[in-house]
Every structure is written in structure tokens, then in C-alpha cells.
T-cell receptor
């Protein structure tokens, strides 16, 4: 089932940018790349998604490699409220969360 | 805009008992999802509805789990009889998608934490 590979954990200093990587070498042409995050004791929260082009919204930026086999979620200035598990998901025939990357933000 | 509502928030039952969870999606969202999240794991999709029809229930344990979405709005997920391994958080999500694809974002409810003793 696992179509994406993410580091188990990452750390970042507060107010610094964070780059969360995701590998998805078996992506198909119609798979959307989604990012969700989950804070403790809450349901997952949508962050951003895209198909081929880089995407920006108020929460983050999504950089997609030209061959689409990897992507990077960019949080421009990490805050303590950004500490969460971040999931990279391919939305095609299935929507598989995996175990995500646990982000720790250091004050 | 009101978010996805779920009830109850917590439920404790004994094994072999029955339990039901309710979900009210965001108004106008055609697609509704039920996920199971076991402690320490990511959510796992159990069933996906588009309006009141099932799009994907390939990971739903049909011998004990059932779900319905009458009139294409609210949905109920039932477990009968419950097992110890069903202890998890059950999440409901909805999406504007009308094609069954994952081109739209999903909005999640707070979940129901089920403990089976």
C-alpha cells in the first residue's frame, strides 16, 4: 500500500523555514500529491495539494519535482503550533496515509 | 461554514457489544469517508461514499462493520460485534469531489475514540 516515503521525524527551530521531503517514485500521471497534518488528539487537517505545478497557499508551499517522483512541503516560518505529524499522500485510486513525519519545533 | 460533526466523541464498550458512530458532513459535500486510526498509525480508509452510493469499501471488515449514508447526507458506521482490536479513533471526512477522485481536499471531523475492553 505504501506509495510514499517520508522521514520518521524532523526538528526545526521556531521562526525558521522547514522543508519536509516526500519520495513517491511510483506516482502515476493522474495521482495528486496531498499533504495533511495532524495535531495531537485532533483529526487530520488539510495543508495543500497539487498535480504538477508548484502550489502556494496561506499555510505552506508545495514544491513538486519535474519528474514528479518527489515533493517538498515548505513551511516558511515554523511556529510552535506547527508541531504535528505531516502526511504526504498520493490521491489516485487509493488514499493511503502512511506513518508520516513527526515535526518538532524548538523554541 | 460549519465543519464535519461526529458523535459521540468517546465510547467505551465491552467486546462482543455493538456500537454506532454518527457523522454529519459539511453541507453540500458529495463525498464522505470513514477512517480508522489505531494508536501510532496513520488513518486507514474504511469506506467512501459518493452521495448515497459506495465508491470504495475494500478495506471495510464486512463481517462486523457496516455503514450507510441515507439521503446522501448523514452517515452511520456500525460495529457488531466489537473486538479488542477495534479500539481506535474513527474519523469521518467529507469532500466536494463528485467524481470519486482525490482532486479535492478532505475536511475531517474530530473523531470518535472507541475503547473495547
Amino acid at each position: 500500500d505504501a506509495k510514499t516515503t517520508q522521514p520518521n521525524s524532523m526538528e526545526s527551530n521556531e521562526e525558521e523555514p522547514v522543508h519536509l521531503p516526500c519520495n513517491h517514485s511510483t506516482i502515476s500521471g493522474t495521482d495528486y500529491i496531498h499533504w495533511y497534518r495532524q495535531l495531537p488528539s485532533q483529526g487530520p487537517e488539510y495543508v495543500i495539494h497539487g498535480l504538477t505545478s508548484n502550489v502556494n497557499n496561506r499555510m505552506a508551499s508545495l514544491a513538486i519535482a519535474e519528474d514528479r517522483k518527489s515533493s517538498t512541503l515548505i513551511l516558511h516560518r515554523a511556529t510552535l503550533r506547527d508541531a504535528a505529524v505531516y502526511y504526504c499522500i498520493l490521491g489516485g485510486n487509493q488514499f493511503y496515509f502512511g506513518t508520516g513525519t513527526s515535526l518538532t519545533v524548538i523554541p | 461554514e460549519a465543519g464535519v460533526a461526529q458523535s459521540p466523541r468517546y465510547k467505551i464498550i465491552e467486546k462482543r457489544q455493538s456500537v454506532a458512530f454518527w457523522c454529519n458532513p459539511i453541507s453540500g459535500h458529495a463525498t464522505l469517508y470513514w477512517y480508522q486510526q489505531i494508536l501510532g498509525q496513520g488513518p486507514k480508509l474504511l469506506i467512501q461514499f459518493q452521495n448515497n452510493g459506495v465508491v470504495d469499501d475494500s478495506q471495510l471488515p464486512k463481517d462486523r462493520f457496516s455503514a450507510e449514508r441515507l439521503k446522501g447526507v448523514d452517515s452511520t458506521l456500525k460495529i457488531q460485534p466489537a473486538k479488542l482490536e477495534d479500539s481506535a479513533v474513527y474519523l469521518c471526512a467529507s469532500s466536494r469531489s463528485t467524481s470519486g477522485t482525490y482532486s479535492y481536499e478532505q475536511y475531517f471531523g474530530p473523531g470518535t475514540r472507541l475503547t473495547v475492553t
